[in-house]
């Protein structure tokens, strides 16, 4: 499907950029999000009139973004699962999880999609990944998980913790885990074409009743 960018997302484009992506990560993401227009000459002309509008909103959005790095910095995401003897967990630490205890630590909300996680978390470790407060502010953090507080405080020393015939230490684990994540992945590019259609909207400042079609 061929959209109109209304805000920079990435590895996708900027403001006002028309991009060609999946029609189910356009219509379950992108539009109902607000974050983009469906392509047409008159959301084009629409785009334009708005332009400097979303613009100043952009910049806006990432002087919010930047005043919240330090509380994203200096959270302590430290989970306690349970495992078990090889230190394989029981369920599993994922993107959503990480966003609300982010939520619960510092007051910051962001989407599941913004916690550039990659594959969930499955086993006990220190892992390294990012969130993305925003396309252009994204920020490293380290997730501890672990049965006990003690096993957490024994990882963030940099001590290892012995499963079995498994070792876990912070740099092992986490250079496992960035293998799996991408480095700036924002939001799942992949389509959902099963899902729900969602209605589709422009941003909240830009009416849809206006949308032209061809």
């Not at 630490?93 to 989407?111: F, N, P």
């Amino acid at each position: 499907m061929k959209i109109i960018l209304t805000e920079k997302i990435s590895k996708l484009g900027n403001i006002g950029d028309t991009v060609d992506v999946a029609t189910g990560y356009a219509r379950n993401y992108l539009l109902p999000g607000g974050k983009a227009l469906r392509w047409s000459k008159g959301n084009i002309a629409l785009f334009e009139t708005k332009k400097a509008e979303l613009q100043a909103k952009q910049a806006a959005a990432i002087t919010t973004a930047e005043s919240q790095v330090k509380a994203v910095e200096t959270a302590k995401f430290h989970m306690i699962r349970s495992a078990g003897d090889t230190g394989h967990l029981y369920g599993s630490v994922s993107s959503r999880d990480i966003a609300r205890m982010l939520k619960e630590l510092t007051g910051v909300v962001v989407e599941s999609s913004q916690v550039l996680l990659g594959t969930p978390i499955k086993s006990i470790g220190a892992f390294d990944t990012k969130i993305a407060l925003h396309a252009d502010v994204i920020v490293p953090v380290k997730i501890y998980v672990a049965q006990t507080q003690d096993e957490i405080d024994a990882l963030v020393a940099g001590k290892i913790l012995t499963f079995g015939t498994k070792k876990v230490d912070a740099t092992e684990a986490s250079e496992s885990a960035s293998a799996d994540a991408p480095a700036d992945k924002a939001a799942p590019e992949a389509p959902v074409e099963a899902a729900e259609e969602v209605v589709e909207s422009a941003p909240a400042d830009v009416p849809a009743d206006k949308e032209v079609t061809e």
